[in-house]
């Protein structure tokens, strides 16, 4: 069983999908299973991270941002695939150092979460974007 779903972001921060996600694998009828989701694209993340406090998805914001800074800034000078804007390769590698898709196993029809555990999308670039998340459930 497969689904696309449509995230749509307002610049760099973790945007939290549980909400659009579970209704499907409840809907789907499966009581147990694996769920895949994989982004399509090359500029942003998928993560399972606490939703119980704002202040995580801010520091891991803040930490990021300091590990990858953006082209513009001068210890950065090395970049050369800089055509579509100071945050566009850093978004690259921010990207490349999480993951884009994410294994859940699928319990008592519900992913199978911990409490305090919501499932992200990670936008890494500062412009809006429309991102393409495939949900598959076996």
């Not at 704002?54 to 891991?60: A, I, M, S, Y």
């Not at 082209?71 to 566009?88: I, K, Q, V, W």
Request: net charge negative.
């Amino acid at each position: 069983m497969q689904a696309e779903f449509t995230v749509t972001t307002r610049g760099q921060a973790l945007y939290e999908i549980t909400d659009q996600i579970a209704p499907w694998v409840q809907e789907s009828g499966r009581s147990q299973g694996l769920l895949t989701l994989f982004v399509q694209h090359t500029s942003c993340s998928l993560l399972i991270q606490e939703n119980a406090d704002p202040e995580v998805q801010g520091d891991l914001l803040a930490y990021l941002s300091r590990l990858v800074p953006p082209a513009s800034d001068p210890s950065m000078a090395y970049l050369r695939h800089t055509y579509e804007g100071p945050d566009d390769m850093p978004a690259h590698i921010k990207a490349a150092l999480l993951p884009v898709s994410l294994s859940i196993p699928v319990r008592d029809g519900r992913p199978a979460l911990g409490t305090w555990q919501g499932i992200y999308l990670f936008e890494h670039r500062d412009a809006p974007h429309s991102r393409r998340l495939i949900a598959h459930l076996v």
